[in-house]
């Protein structure tokens, strides 16, 4: 059980500058400058896989971590020096086991994937160097100065994909930062405060966040276009809608008619987006089930195509969603197709295909949903891009949405 003190001295040597400064503020002349601590954390009373070292600034906090956990267990950073960062993971590891741990800190951009590190933004790096963490052959990671370079906001979605990633594997991980505002969002196990000497067990839950969700012109899509993992092509006849996290636009998803000659009333995903500081907290997927919700709510039924891993991973685990197509890759059209195009298909990638199912009837069972709901699209097309014309969307704002 870590219960010590801890001491560290260090000699005094004066200079012309060090008597100034000791003669201006009547700083006491010692040979010797102490600091000393009493530590009392008691974590090996229970298990556990997420630790909270906090304090302010200069209060000890990476000196207390080094003595309890050892130089081993510190995270001093890895080195990126490949032209792409996937190259930078460990030979071992494969392409799945790369993109798997990037997805789960919440970077779930490949178009960014394949950049190098310099070329991504402080809270892309932050993820890299989580994930590189996640696939370190070490069971217990010591992470000095964390979330100090991001955005607040940033630093809470953040947290809270770290604690979710970590909490799937074998591993025990420590932050040690000096921002508190983390705290409920990493939902560590236990927490040691530097600066008032105190140690808890968890007792507090993750803080609620405002989450708003509104209608909005198509224009709105020029803030997400970059960061969309296959086009920054956006139908204009699109109906679009935006999510606020904490009053910052932070997703958006656009949804178009699909006309098909015997099935009625569907509407299709045709973008969706969650900005990278904002990925990890579910926030595309919560957007993309408020609009089916939206949609279902006007008597048509929604229906989506997507080959990104992570979006797959979570429909096929909810109650929200049918697959009704397992990942595949799409035959190419026949010479009369005329709604579609190939250059339009996923015909070169692997996709999966979902409908939406209404909470209004997650009651029903899995299997009896999806026998019913598979038979009726059994004939329908993959997602494209529309082919007829629809106005455009309204600029007026729908009543938010608050979760």
């Not at 010590?4 to 260090?10: K, L």
């Not at 400064?21 to 002349?29: H, K, Q, Y």
């Not at 008691?42 to 909270?52: S, V, Y």
């Not at 569907?266 to 987006?273: L, Q, S």
Request: glycine letters at 6%.
């Amino acid at each position: 059980m870590p219960n010590f003190d801890h001491v560290v001295e260090t000699e005094y040597k004066p200079s012309f500058r060090t008597e100034k400064v000791v003669g201006m503020f009547d700083v006491p002349a010692a040979k010797k400058l102490r600091k000393e601590w009493h530590i009392n954390m008691p974590i090996e009373d229970k298990d556990w896989q997420i630790g909270l070292i906090v304090g302010a600034s200069g209060a000890g906090k990476t000196t207390i971590a080094r003595r309890v956990f050892g130089d081993n267990a510190y995270h001093h950073g890895y080195d990126w020096s490949a032209s792409s960062l996937l190259d930078d993971f460990d030979d071992n590891l494969s392409a799945n086991d790369i993109t798997n741990a990037l997805s789960h800190v919440g970077f779930s951009s490949p178009p960014s994937w394949l950049l190098p590190y310099g070329a991504l933004s402080n809270g892309q790096k932050f993820r890299c160097e989580l994930a590189r963490c996640l696939t370190d052959a070490r069971d217990l990671i010591v992470f000095d100065e964390f979330t100090s370079v991001v955005d607040r906001n940033v630093a809470k979605v953040g947290s809270h994909a770290v604690q979710k990633a970590i909490r799937k594997t074998q591993k025990k991980f420590v932050a040690v930062t000096c921002h508190y505002d983390v705290e409920g969002w990493l939902q560590a196990d236990w927490v040691y405060d530097v600066s008032s000497s105190s140690f808890k067990w968890r007792s507090e839950r993750r803080p609620s966040a405002k989450i708003e969700i509104f209608k909005c012109h198509h224009t709105a899509w020029r803030l997400f276009a970059g960061n969309h993992y296959l086009s920054a092509d956006l139908n204009k006849a699109s109906t679009c809608f935006i999510l606020f996290f904490n009053g910052e636009p932070a997703a958006f998803t656009a949804v178009l008619p699909f006309p098909h000659p015997k099935v009625k009333n569907v509407w299709k995903e045709h973008r969706t987006v969650t900005l990278p500081d904002y990925q990890g907290f579910g926030l595309g997927n919560r957007l993309s089930e408020f609009v089916g919700e939206w949609l279902h709510k006007r008597g048509k039924k929604f229906r989506s195509v997507t080959s990104h891993p992570a979006m797959i991973g979570h429909r096929h685990r909810s109650q929200s969603w049918i697959m009704d197509r397992a990942p595949s890759r799409v035959a190419a059209l026949g010479s009369k197709a005329k709604t579609q195009t190939n250059k339009n298909l996923s015909i070169s990638r692997l996709t999966a295909s979902f409908l939406y199912v209404p909470k209004d009837k997650h009651k029903v069972t899995h299997a009896q949903e999806n026998q019913t709901t598979t038979r009726a699209y059994s004939r329908a097309a993959p997602d494209c891009a529309a082919t007829r014309d629809h106005r455009h969307a309204s600029r007026k704002h729908c009543p938010h949405h608050r979760h």
